[in-house]
């Protein structure tokens, strides 16, 4: 380092061009870096998807969930395995570690299902969850006409849309579908003898290519016979074959009677059949009361969120031109994103002005602070500079590591410039080049080892798992960047500007009287020795006590201003009714002052989810609403539950209304608590899911109580009985028929009229309860017969929704903490599910955000003590032996006093980052220590006596510890104020940092003099 310094010194123009060359790329990278609200993190989450249409549950999970999760099992390691089986369809959840290689796992997986022998039927699709599958762009065209709108929209802009780079996917909501139905006559088809299957089966022989061969004249020529339907009157104009038989003979009527006139040959399918195009609506969304249709835009993983936003905005503008529809914007993350930074840059530029002008009232000379502050930019333009070299980008997480570094960035810069300060006034026979030489190389080793020191606390966090880990990985690589950075500032730029701008000799340095009292407190405290130890250990007693009083969290969550509203109406209500309500629901909340806007979706909106069947939705109404600045969730949340459920109720007794909370973006706030349920017993797991369920909701601390646990459903079970088998029905003839009489079949999708059009093949009247099922008239060899003649009809009850978790049984209730203290609620929900006469055959146990808080608090306690032996393995590295060392790590008892007592008195709650907090005081604490003892042990050197080596340590290095001390406490203050989504992260860590530092700095200055004056006499010098 010394060497270093020299060189620096001699090479003074390079030191400044290469510090230009820093400024000009870290400038350019503020233009190339990307921009997002949180880092990117993959959640290493694989979901798998099965559509099985037309089964229940049980079939779904016999067929379908079970070989599926034994084809996993035997694939392990991993770290959750969950299902949830329903009518219809499959959804199985594989979790992983942060580290594992999801590509990897993911063709293993599909692998391993591949070699199963899955349904025909079933359709699979693999999703993995990431923080980029939100959108990031969302808006609404709102116009009384949507049918030519979506055309336009799906026709121009979605092309246009994903052609810009970085956009993954495009969707709409709120589109209907074109599709032709054939409503068949049941009665005209039985009297032709014709089924559903039958002219199905016409339709696609009208569909043909057969190849002939070719013909060998002037080269091959092939020979093909074709037809094809290209019109909905082809459709009309098909000729279906009749087969006259005895079952098309009424029962009243003899076959063998000559005088019977005989029926066509063949008929046209328009006789016996309604064809109609009709739209069939995919859900129903509006946009404060407007219908509309809403465009999301997803991004790519590693796509620049602000370019990709901007880019879309432009081609959205340019269709908005050419459109009348009404355009408003939903979700904008390009804005979101910008509004981070500016709060993120106001709040640093806060502290940093605030650190000037602490710089500027100590060492009362312009030019120094002027040398002092110029770390700023120089570390801050390279951090940047390296975030984007290794793909980094500028986000909450890493703008906060900046900002919370912003008073640390300049401790190196102001401890060297003030030592160089006070020898410029003081010495008087050295060259200036020498004496900024010698007065840097001073305290480059206590300057060196303090920065080391802090930016080694940051190694352990790769010990820290799960999301957390994930998301404070690019914060402590923005801080350790910023730091070391502000280091090669200290001991190469600032002695180069120092000899360029500072003057020798240009005041004479006189005691303030906070000096003067220092001094007086010093000698004092060395008389009392004893007195000072037993103070300080009773006051590090004390803040101990205080931990039960002080609430915890996983991380604190800023306060919401979106909402979501799911009003469900009894399951038999139609669409058309659930939309009826949802239109008075819209103009209630409309009316609302506190309300910008309110995004209305009823039934099944842009299902590209397979798992979603449209009979379930019918009865389900979706409000997204967004508060107007200055109001919170907190606040409306009541009222809006009330007006709400009042207004349903007018119409509707049977009803449910649930108010979520809109989650941000970002890591969770593991707010929520979940109860899983483990049994054998169906009826005993239903029967404890409806007690837990009851404690929740009696419970005034939680909010959003959810179930995954239904009530038990009707299936009717059919079984052939012996009649069946005597008239030649087997179970297939069964199935073909009572299938066709229960549902639309489907005869593919054709080319009519220059459209691609399902065609949909279904009778007039389909079959809807017990009574109709069981007079279905199905043909056999002695005429119709209805199916409860051919088959049993057994009703049995069945699970509505099926649930495993690794391999066992299990529903889930989930609830979130009203409050923060999440740890608190926890506990008190125990002791209320303890208190249940839960059957012997069902097993609880309780997760959630308690259980993430746990790991979380365990791994950062892992990290920090780590981080005190890599500290204490630095500084004995430095000095040699380990009483030094020893008395530099006791600074950090005094931690906890101002941690624990600020975040007491603020309100605020321990969470992740103020344990992040505390990490980084482990490092930044010790810099008082080491600058003071460096001197002290340099004084010994030199040969002066222990006590008074101390007592000239301490007054010299008072004015920089308190300087240095004072510039990262009021860096921090503007964060610790924060009420940005940023403070989110950041207040809890800036609380924690203000209150340890600050106690730390005021009791090291006469705690550490004390035990060093006691056993620093043993300490042996070479």
Not at 191 to 219: D, F, H, M, R, W
Request: net charge negative; charged share 20%.
């Amino acid at each position: 380092m010394k060497k270093m310094i020299d060189f620096s010194l001699k090479n003074s123009v390079a030191m400044i061009m290469l510090t230009i060359l820093v400024l000009i790329t870290g400038y350019i990278s503020t233009n190339t870096i990307k921009l997002e609200n949180y880092p990117n993190v993959e959640i290493p989450t694989l979901m798998i998807q099965v559509a099985y249409p037309n089964h229940s549950s049980e079939e779904a999970e016999k067929d379908i969930t079970l070989p599926i999760e034994e084809a996993i099992e035997n694939i392990a390691p991993y770290e959750e395995l969950t299902s949830t089986t329903q009518d219809n369809s499959t959804m199985i959840q594989v979790s992983y570690d942060f580290n594992e290689d999801m590509e990897e796992r993911e063709r293993e997986i599909q692998s391993a299902i591949s070699k199963l022998k899955l349904p025909e039927d079933a359709t699979l699709t693999y999703k993995r969850l990431s923080a980029s599958a939100k959108p990031i762009y969302q808006i609404a065209f709102a116009d009384e006409e949507l049918t030519a709108l979506q055309e336009n929209i799906s026709d121009t802009l979605t092309p246009q849309l994903q052609n810009i780079a970085g956009v993954s996917d495009v969707t709409v909501s709120g589109t209907t579908t074109s599709k032709l139905v054939i409503e068949v006559d049941e009665e005209k088809a039985a009297e032709n003898g014709l089924t559903i299957a039958s002219i199905i089966q016409v339709l696609n022989e009208k569909n043909y290519v057969l190849p002939l061969g070719s013909l060998e004249e002037e080269g091959k020529i092939p020979v093909s016979m074709e037809g094809n339907l290209s019109s909905i009157e082809d459709i009309k104009g098909v000729q279906i074959p009749v087969a006259p038989s005895q079952q098309g003979i009424p029962p009243n009527e003899k076959a063998t009677n000559p005088s019977q006139p005989q029926k066509p040959t063949f008929i046209l399918l328009s006789e016996i059949a309604q064809i109609k195009e009709v739209e069939e609506e995919n859900g129903i969304t509006r946009y404060n009361g407007e219908p509309a249709l809403i465009v999301n835009v997803t991004k790519t993983q590693d796509a620049n969120t602000a370019e990709v936003v901007e880019h879309v905005k432009e081609e959205v503008k340019d269709f908005h031109a050419s459109s009348d529809s009404e355009l408003y914007t939903i979700i904008d993350q390009g804005k979101e994103v910008e509004k981070s930074v500016k709060s993120l840059l106001k709040e640093g530029g806060f502290g940093a002005l605030f650190t000037i002008i602490i710089i500027l009232l100590f060492l009362r000379n312009i030019r120094s602070t002027v040398i002092a502050i110029l770390s700023l930019p120089i570390s801050i333009l390279g951090t940047i500079a390296v975030l984007d070299y290794f793909g980094y980008s500028l986000n909450i997480m890493t703008l906060g590591g900046i900002a919370v570094s912003v008073g640390r960035i300049v401790d190196d810069s102001i401890v060297v410039i003030e030592n160089i300060f006070q020898w410029m006034q003081k010495e008087k026979k050295l060259s200036k080049r020498d004496l900024i030489s010698n007065a840097t190389k001073e305290v480059i080793g206590a300057v060196t080892s303090s920065t080391v020191a802090t930016i080694v606390v940051f190694l352990p966090l790769a010990f820290v798992g799960g999301i957390v880990g994930e998301f404070f990985k690019p914060f402590s690589i923005a801080v350790v960047t910023s730091i070391t950075l502000s280091l090669l500032v200290a001991f190469m730029l600032i002695p180069v500007l120092a000899l360029t701008l500072l003057k020798e000799g240009s005041q004479e340095e006189k005691q303030g009287w906070i000096q003067k009292a220092y001094d007086r407190l010093l000698k004092g405290s060395l008389n009392y020795k004893l007195m000072v130890i037993i103070s300080a250990f009773v006051l590090l007693a004390g803040a101990l006590f205080l931990v039960p009083a002080i609430g915890k969290s996983f991380l604190p969550s800023g306060p919401a201003s979106a909402l979501e509203v799911e009003v469900e109406l009894p399951a038999s209500t139609t669409l058309e009714k659930t939309n009826s309500m949802a239109k008075e629901i819209e103009e209630l909340l409309m009316e609302d002052t506190a309300i910008e806007y309110v995004q209305g979706s009823v039934g099944l909106v842009n299902n590209s989810n397979p798992l979603k069947q449209k009979a379930s939705s019918d009865y389900k109404a979706t409000f997204f609403i967004q508060l107007k600045d200055g109001y919170t969730v907190t606040m409306e949340r009541k009222g809006l539950e009330d007006e709400i459920a009042a207004q349903v109720s007018k119409t509707y007794e049977e009803t449910t209304v649930r108010i979520n909370e809109v989650q941000q973006e970002g890591p969770p706030s593991s707010k929520t608590i979940d109860i899983t349920l483990y049994g054998e017993n169906l009826e005993a797991l239903l029967d404890a899911a409806n007690q837990v369920e009851g404690v929740l909701q009696e419970n005034d601390q939680l909010r959003d109580v959810s179930s995954s646990a239904q009530q038990l459903q009707t299936k009717y079970k059919l079984e052939l009985k012996d009649e069946a088998v005597e008239l030649g029905v087997n179970q297939f003839t069964i199935y073909q028929q009572v299938n066709e009489k229960m549902n639309e079949l489907s005869a593919g999708v054709m080319d009519l009229d220059k459209k691609e059009l399902e065609v949909l093949v279904t009778y007039n009247e389909l079959v809807r309860d017990k009574n109709e099922l069981e007079n279905i008239e199905i043909l056999t060899q002695q005429g119709p017969k209805p199916l409860m003649e051919l088959a049993t009809i057994e009703e049995l009850s069945i699970p509505a929704t099926i649930q495993h978790k690794d391999g066992k049984l299990a529903y889930t209730l989930s609830a979130e903490s009203v409050s923060e203290e999440v740890g608190a609620v926890t506990e008190q929900v125990e002791g209320d599910l303890a208190s249940l006469a839960i059957s012997d055959e069902v097993e609880w146990e309780v997760g959630g955000g308690q259980e993430m808080m746990a790991e979380g608090f365990q791994d950062l306690g892992i990290a920090m003590m780590i981080a005190v032996g890599l500290v204490f393995l630095t500084l004995t590295i430095t000095y040699g032996g380990v009483i030094t060392p020893f008395v530099i790590l006791s600074s950090l008892i005094f931690v906890p006093i101002g941690s624990l007592g600020a975040l007491l008195i603020t309100g605020e709650t321990l969470s992740m980052s103020g344990m992040i907090g505390m990490l980084m005081l482990i490092g930044i604490v010790v810099t008082n220590a080491v600058v003071m003892l460096d001197r002290v042990e340099a004084n010994r050197i030199s040969g002066m006596a222990l006590e008074h080596a101390v007592i000239e340590a301490c007054n010299t290095r008072f004015r920089p510890i308190i300087m240095t001390a004072l510039a990262t406490i009021l860096a921090l203050v503007p964060l610790a104020l924060s009420t940005s989504s940023s403070g989110v992260i950041s207040k809890g860590l800036a609380i924690t940092v203000i209150g340890g530092l600050t106690t730390s700095t005021l009791l090291t200055l006469v705690f550490i003099p004390v035990l060093y004056s006691i056993i620093g006499k043993w300490r042996r010098f070479s």
